[in-house]
């Protein structure tokens, strides 16, 4: 992997412009340094110090990478915004949902690269700016990205075998696992059975977790929710509370690469007694409904 020594920013397209330097090595806190006392310029700016060699960021991919941003006032100073490099994990980009700059920085670039993109207000969020963030409606923002990993919007594990035991919901192999329900009572426990056990990582509380899955109800066998139907690749840190108790549990000392069969009763689901809100209508859940999940675990960050 090659190391980045400096690099020096300016204006693409050939304009002429402050620069702003950035020195590192690749997934190691980046030293930047703006101009003192210059404004940002107008043009969007992006330059690939560390060219990787992974796959191409492909528009649709959800993006994992370290980021350092910040943000340029007009009177030429600037302050971080945010970073990763000093919780040690990463963060996820999904392409689909980025400021114009940020995606344009992206796409394109090829895993294991650091990308230094300087974004302009029309590349990033407007003349309104972004108020939560500090941001005016004249700021450019910095962004130190690098590239950890790409996960196209059709992403699986592949698991070639599918799964069928007796009381339990039956998955069909495949790019994208089909799932089954039966008749009969739910299971009161938290049920989780691997289909496809992976190579990979393993789940610990705090990592960023790449996820694929389809979600069915137990009582029809309706499915309320799937990421490959969506083509949007899910990525959230695990077990901190951040989505249902079902998941932090099951997927906690699971593998990078496995699919995993999760049945969730209501009280690790929509029925949480720790929820505030009580089943999800938007999807058809209610307070009491066991959920069936196939999980395809594409990355563990």
Not at 5 to 14: H, I, K, R, Y
Not at 245 to 271: F, I, N
Request: proline fraction near 8%.
């Amino acid at each position: 992997m090659p190391v980045l020594l400096a690099v020096s920013l300016t204006a693409c397209g050939g304009d002429d412009g402050p620069d702003v330097v950035v020195e590192g090595k690749f997934r190691q806190r980046p030293a930047v340094e703006f101009p003192k006392g210059e404004a940002p310029p107008e043009a969007f700016q992006v330059e690939t110090p560390i060219e990787g060699e992974g796959r191409k960021v492909a528009e649709g991919d959800l993006v994992v990478a370290d980021y350092a941003g910040y943000v340029w006032k007009k009177g030429g100073t600037s302050a971080l915004i945010g970073s990763s490099y000093q919780g040690g994990v990463p963060s996820s980009f999904p392409t689909w949902n980025l400021v114009p700059g940020l995606k344009k920085a992206l796409v394109g670039a090829k895993v294991g690269s650091r990308v230094v993109a300087v974004i302009p207000p029309v590349d990033g969020y407007g003349p309104k700016g972004a108020p939560r963030l500090q941001i005016g409606g004249e700021d450019a923002l910095v962004y130190v990205l690098d590239v950890v990993a790409a996960h196209a919007k059709d992403a699986s594990v592949a698991a070639e075998e599918g799964l069928e035991k007796a009381g339990l919901p039956k998955v069909a192999g495949g790019a994208v696992p089909g799932v089954a329900v039966p008749g009969g009572p739910a299971p009161k426990d938290l049920v989780v059975e691997t289909v496809k056990k992976g190579p990979g990582e393993v789940i610990e509380p705090g990592r960023l977790v790449a996820i694929q899955y389809v979600g069915a109800l137990w009582r029809d066998g309706k499915v309320f929710s799937s990421s490959w139907s969506d083509g949007k690749v899910y990525a959230t840190a695990i077990g901190q509370g951040l989505v249902i108790k079902g998941w932090d549990e099951a997927l906690v000392g699971r593998t990078a690469g496995s699919r995993l069969l999760v049945v969730t009763p209501p009280g690790k689901a929509y029925g949480d007694e720790d929820l505030k809100v009580k089943g999800l209508p938007k999807y058809g859940i209610k307070a009491d409904d066991t959920l069936v999940y196939v999980i395809d675990v594409l990355g563990v960050y």
